[in-house]
């Protein structure tokens, strides 16, 4: 069997039985036919609305007052040499909440 150019959808199981143990499937030369068993979806699709993260700054306050890092309730980024970079490194982690510096 030579399957030419295109998508071949198929609604049902191909059983191949011990009968047909010589058959061959193969692409015609220079295509690339696809075999998909899948149902088409007539959709269209959007992108979801995507807010930007709001990060509010509050000075005099420690996010880690009376705990230590232990990478599971406090997380430790590692040394930053300023608040940016402290900021973009709890962005950079989907379980960071808060960040002090």
Request: glycine share 10%; aromatic share 8%.
């Amino acid at each position: 069997v030579v399957l030419r150019e295109g998508r071949h959808r198929i609604k049902e199981a191909v059983e191949i039985g011990a009968e047909l143990s010589g058959l061959t499937i193969r692409a015609y030369p220079g295509e690339k036919p696809e075999v998909s068993g899948g149902v088409e979806l007539k959709a269209e699709w959007a992108p979801y609305k995507v807010v930007e993260p709001k990060w509010e700054e509050y000075t005099g306050l420690n996010v880690v007052y009376g705990g230590t890092a232990d990478n599971k309730t406090i997380r430790d980024l590692g040394k930053q040499t300023d608040a940016a970079r402290c900021q973009q490194q709890c962005e950079a982690d989907k379980q960071c909440t808060g960040y002090t510096w």
